[in-house]
């Protein structure tokens, strides 16, 4: 599922807390965003006609909750950026990252850390 930056922001919310109402969400996003709120009530009903979120009927309101997973989405997403831009694989994508100096000290033990494990589950 295609979901757009801003779309992603809402869901981010909803992903944090659900199910909130449209109101909710638009207090959620007014401190980091500078959206009118028939901006925010768009991205949501564009969410739902998506089917990434449902909206149950609370008395005169909506309430909001995701059906797409985070963690669903996060993976797309990574696959789509590592087919666009490396061929599907990982390794040009950490060396382009290590070319630029990009990669902290952390980065690396969390890297050699996780490569251990691989190769301790490979085995």
Known sequence: ???????????DVLWRRHPQSAEEVIAALADSQQWQEATIK?????????GA??????GRRYLYAPVLKREDWVMGES????????DGRVAPLVA?????R????????????????LDDDTH
């Open 1 to 11: 599922m295609q979901i757009s930056e801003a779309e992603s922001l809402v869901m």
């Open 42 to 50: 768009t991205l949501l009903n564009r969410l739902l006609n998506k």
């Open 53 to 58: 979120v449902r909206a149950d009927k609370d």
């Open 79 to 86: 696959r789509s950026l590592l087919d666009r831009l490396f």
């Open 96 to 100: 382009h990252f290590s070319e630029q």
């Open 102 to 117: 990009k990669l902290s000290r952390k980065d690396i033990a969390d890297l050699r850390k996780l490569l251990d494990e």
